[in-house]
């Protein structure tokens, strides 16, 4: 099983960033994806995730600005980052779970990719 994700970076509040996890190994179809984030110092935490139906949920503090996405036919997920600010600056986590019951519960996902870093500046 692989995740690995790509399209972090340096960006200026207000700015845009796509993120990509491109994913093998797995029944990509079946499983919910997830993105987690975590700051220095902080928790781990879900800004976004969707499940096998394409149904999504968000943080309260990425909705609005961030939108979730996957191509089954790639096995592809996606994150789409509009209108960053400073807070969400943090290494950025794709996550693969067969049987999510709760989505923001990092210990419901069951494979997991190195991460990419998200840096935005004032």
């Known amino acids: 099983v692989q995740l690995v994700e790509s399209g972090g970076g340096s960006v200026q509040a207000g700015g845009s960033l796509n993120l990509s996890c491109i994913t093998s190994?797995?029944?990509?179809?079946?499983?919910?994806m997830g993105w987690f984030r975590q700051a220095p110092g902080k928790e781990r935490e879900l800004a976004a995730s969707i499940n096998r139906y394409g149904s999504t949920r968000y943080a309260d503090s990425v909705k609005g600005r961030f939108t979730i996405s996957k191509d089954t036919a790639s096995n592809i997920a996606y994150l789409q980052m509009n209108n960053l600010k400073p807070e969400d600056t943090a290494m950025y986590y794709c996550?693969?779970?067969?049987?999510?019951?709760?989505?923001?519960?990092?210990?419901?996902?069951?494979?997991w990719g190195q991460g990419t870093q998200v840096t935005v500046s004032s």
């Open positions: 996550a693969a779970g067969d049987r999510v019951v709760n989505c923001f519960a990092s210990l419901a996902y069951d494979y």
């Open positions: 190994g797995f029944t990509f179809g079946t499983y919910s």
